[in-house]
């Protein structure tokens, strides 16, 4: 029997944040107005190529690439993304990551995890312009809770936001999507790293590095 009270359940509140650890040498850049990242990005390059023969027709180039990257990024949902500009004993290594959180169109609801994978399996066996070898596309469990790995390797198009000099070289990719706990979002931490000589002895090792970073995320109240 009741007392005829109705119990109301309070809905738990989605994380206020997130937070993750990045090596040492990851420059963050937040996607908050183009006036902020580009002076941010305008630092980064000074700084950078302080020590170099780049010419300032060089600078230029490299500062509106980054740019370029972030405005393309910001306008997908990105929030921060980290560039990585580091010499490894003899060999300059060249990597970035793109947060991005997704959010459900209006009216409609987010699907869950599984159906992540299978959409981004399909998109794999159906192929795209600058598709490299097969993608790797597996439901893993993180600390921060279950995920989509998605590891994939493609060629950039020529006309891609950054790809100011018509790059061809093919770009190893690793995302990670994270259902944000008691929301319909998803956060998204897209990994890269080009795969061309010297890099493409390190790439194995670059992406266990950023498979370790996407294991300390933490969601925070």
Same mark, same amino acid.
């Given at each position: 029997?009741?007392?005829?009270?109705?119990?109301?359940?309070?809905?738990?509140?989605?994380?206020?944040?997130?937070?993750? $650890?990045?090596?040492?040498?990851?420059?963050?850049?937040?996607?908050?107005?183009?006036e902020r990242w580009t002076h941010r990005i305008?630092?980064?390059?000074?700084?950078?190529?302080?020590?170099?023969?780049?010419?300032?027709?060089?600078? $230029?180039?490299?500062?509106?690439?980054?740019?370029? #990257?972030?405005?393309?990024? #910001?306008?997908?949902?990105?929030?921060?993304?980290?560039?990585?500009? #580091?010499?490894?004993?003899?060999?300059?290594?060249?990597?970035?990551?793109?947060?991005?959180?997704?959010?459900?169109?209006?009216?409609?609801?987010?699907?869950?995890?599984?159906?992540?994978?299978?959409?981004?399996?399909?998109?794999?066996?159906?192929?795209?312009?600058?598709?490299?070898?097969?993608?790797d596309v597996t439901l893993v469990d993180l600390?921060?809770?279950?995920?989509?790995? &998605?590891?994939?390797v493609r060629r950039p198009a020529p006309d891609?936001?950054?790809?100011?000099?018509?790059?061809?070289?093919?770009?190893? &990719?690793?995302?990670?999507?994270? $259902?944000?706990? &008691?929301?319909?979002?998803?956060?998204?931490?897209?990994?890269?790293?080009?795969?061309?000589?010297?890099?493409?002895?390190?790439?194995?090792?670059?992406?266990?590095?950023?498979?370790?970073?996407?294991?300390?995320?933490?969601?925070?109240?």
């Amino acid at each position: 029997m009741t007392d005829g009270t109705e119990t109301r359940v309070t809905p738990v509140p989605p994380p206020s944040d997130y937070r993750f $650890a990045v090596p040492g040498g990851w420059e963050r850049i937040v996607l908050d107005s183009p006036e902020r990242w580009t002076h941010r990005i305008d630092k980064l390059v000074k700084r950078g190529l302080r020590r170099t023969q780049a010419t300032p027709q060089l600078e $230029a180039a490299l500062a509106e690439r980054m740019r370029a #990257q972030a405005e393309a990024a #910001q306008a997908n949902g990105g929030v921060e993304m980290y560039v990585v500009n #580091q010499v490894l004993g003899q060999v300059a290594v060249s990597a970035g990551l793109v947060v991005t959180v997704l959010r459900p169109s209006p009216g409609t609801e987010s699907g869950d995890l599984g159906d992540i994978a299978r959409s981004l399996a399909l998109r794999d066996d159906a192929g795209d312009a600058g598709h490299v070898g097969d993608d790797d596309v597996t439901l893993v469990d993180l600390p921060a809770g279950p995920a989509v790995r &998605h590891r994939y390797v493609r060629r950039p198009a020529p006309d891609a936001p950054g790809n100011l000099d018509g790059n061809k070289l093919a770009v190893a &990719h690793l995302d990670v999507y994270l $259902a944000v706990p &008691h929301s319909g979002q998803r956060l998204l931490l897209s990994f890269s790293t080009p795969t061309a000589p010297p890099l493409e002895p390190l790439v194995e090792a670059l992406v266990t590095l950023f498979d370790s970073v996407a294991r300390t995320l933490q969601w925070m109240a």
